[in-house]
């Protein structure tokens, strides 16, 4: 599995609702975990990938051996939530980058586990975090979408660099 690098266009696309939970979902999500520890990130969302699907994995640890700390989301959905902060975040699309993003400090989350059982998750701080961060992914947003106007001028010339690399490979 690679990672999809910005700007590519298909992290745009965004994710389908998942129907079928199966052996080749358990798949996706197993390898896409695997990506995850790989490419050394605490999140990975399908779209990032190249799956059309809403699928998102992570582990706030970002360590392998933590395995008390993996989580998988199907068709994952907001339903509470309270309080903002800002908090910085890396994205494994944005390779070398960091930017502070405002997000809810405290979330519940409704989302299927890979048997397609509905499953709910009340989540704060660091694991709030990059459940907001993935799930915006399923819907083909990027961090960078969300930076104030400051943070946008401060990583402008990595986000060309990206841009610059981008059309050197296509
Ligand atoms: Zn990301």
Known sequence: MEVLVYPDPVLRRGGKPIATFD??????AEQMMAAMY????CGLAAPQVGIELKLLVLNPSGDRNDTDGEKVLC????????GREFGEEGCLSFPGMHAEVERWIEITVEYQDL????QKLAADGFLAR????????LDGVLYVDRLTASEKLRVKAQLQELEAEFRARA
């Open 23 to 28: 052996a080749d979902l358990r798949k996706t």
């Open 38 to 41: 790989e490419e050394v990130g």
């Open 75 to 82: 068709n994952p959905k907001i339903t509470k939530k309270k």
């Open 115 to 118: 048997a397609g059982q509905p």
């Open 130 to 137: 990059v459940i907001q961060h993935e799930m915006d992914h």
